[in-house]
């Protein structure tokens, strides 16, 4: 047996192999326990991914929620403008068609820039 030891040692190529063979042996034993380790974690993945996805769920329901709440008050804020510039442009007629108003019953310096008279 010492003949194939000190034949396989003393031939540089067979030397060369031997190295390769137990580099090779040696990550395949440590990527298998890697792999087992992962393999071994799944449920712990799983129960985290339905846990994300029960948040993602919730997440989209307030979204929506949110999106119909904004519709609405985009809704009734352009019903109130619609309003509002109503209530100028009678405001404006008004004090044009009465101009002795204009000191009896002044525009209020919050909309006096939109009266513009």
């Given at each position: 047996m010492n003949e194939y030891v000190t034949a396989i040692l003393t031939s540089p190529a067979n030397m060369v192999i031997?190295?390769?063979t137990a580099?090779?042996?040696y990550l395949a034993v440590r990527q298998k326990a890697k792999a087992d380790k992962?393999?071994?974690r799944g449920p712990d993945w799983d129960a985290f991914a339905e846990h994300q996805k029960g948040m993602i769920d919730s997440l989209r329901l307030q979204v929506e929620?949110?999106?119909k709440l904004y519709q609405e008050l985009?809704?009734?804020l352009a019903a109130w403008q619609k309003k509002y510039w109503t209530a100028i442009?009678?405001?404006r007629t008004v004090?044009?068609?009465n101009p002795q108003l204009r000191d009896s019953q002044p525009i209020p310096e919050n909309i006096a820039d939109d009266v513009e008279l």
């Open positions: 031997a190295i390769i580099i090779s042996g992962y393999i071994a929620d949110l999106q985009k809704e009734e442009r009678h405001i004090h044009d068609k």
